[in-house]
């Protein structure tokens, strides 16, 4: 099956012409993906939408071109690849989740090293030049109470950590050894509607919206609201990727986060102060993390000195939007019913 995919890859390095105008988003019926798919549909410019075959259904709305692509599966790739031969790559397909990895490190390993080994081969062997933003992690850094800048010690406590760190060297190896235009970021935590309710601030505002609809006993468990994090509302990264893409040095790694630590107890009492019905907190140690850093905070400086990039929504706005957004979810799960 390889052999001969092998030798249709050499055909079509051979006959290539220069990458299509269109814009591929990997991974963009996850969180990230969605709303950098939205922002890029403004843009007017031919948008193709990668999808994990059993994964979220793809959005409704929009103008871009879906394709299911397991993208552990080498093969698919690069058909998919062929098929496009995009100008730009948003690469955004992953595991997102820091906790989830503890149980899943061979498939945090795989959505992140072994897909992105893929899609940098196929690129290779098509012979094709689109330039390539690979989202990576903040969880590289080594612990440290204050800010952290680019050229803070590398030490990730997690897998899902290691994971995004052997995905960044990918992401360099390609732009030393082949000049592959390849932009790397950092990203540190960003929040917004429609993130998955296992992260805190959307498992705060769903559970919110559940005893608001008196679908749920009026008490909110917690895990630990002592951790500080630095939080961007994913709109705002979404935008940093756009720039980047158009701005950003091949090779050279950016942060992207709002530089403001905010305890996640500051969250919950936001949330709360949102909430139309009285809620009780209870501690639930159950949903601790294993090596939860107490402070996890950037710098940006190089990101807004390169492109002019900064956040435009405030953390109250973000929460409110995430917490409307279970609002409509639940009413539209009653209207159906």
Known sequence: MYGNLHTFVQILAVQARLATDAVLVTGAAGFAGRHLLGLLDQDRVP????????????PPTGRARWIDVDMLDRDAVARALADTQPREIYHCAGAAHVGDSWNAVTGTLASNVLATHHLLTALRELGLPSRVLVPGSAMVYRPRDHALDEDAPIGPTSPYGISKLAQEQLGLLAWTEERREVVLTRSFNHIGPGQDPSFSASGFARQIALIEAGLADPVLSVGNLEPRRDL????????????????????????????????????????LALSRVPIDVRVDPSRYRPN???IILGRSDRLTKETGWTPAWSLPRTLADILEYWRQQLRARSHQT
């Open 292 to 294: 939860d850093s107490p």
């Open 47 to 58: 948008l193709v939408a990668w999808r994990r075959p059993d994964g979220r259904p793809a």
């Open 232 to 271: 961007t509302d994913v709109r705002d990264t979404a935008r940093a990727y756009r720039l980047l893409m158009a701005r950003g040095r091949p090779g050279v790694v950016y942060n992207v986060c709002s530089g403001h630590a905010y305890p996640m107890r500051e969250v919950l009492d936001q949330l």
